[in-house]
């Protein structure tokens, strides 16, 4: 479960991870157990590998760095 104190964090990591990809995260939204996020994607960035690059490193740097109790698995 996702705790709402854990947004403004989750959605720096998406926007980082994001950016990486020249995409821009637009909009977040978080409730415990999932997350809607509104992407601007690179006219070269396929959406199934930004979705899988940002669900990837994000769950990876809030499990490495104990973001959470519990561990992130999208």
Known sequence: MLPASFDSTLAA???RKA???ACWVLGFGAASD???VLLRLSPVAPL???VKGLKGASA????RHCL???R???
């Open 19 to 21: 950016s990486e990809s």
């Open 48 to 50: 199934s590998s930004v």
């Open 60 to 63: 990876h740097e809030v499990n």
């Open 13 to 15: 990591i998406l926007g």
């Open 68 to 70: 959470i109790l519990e």
């Open 72 to 74: 992130l698995a999208w």
């Open 34 to 36: 999932h997350v809607h």
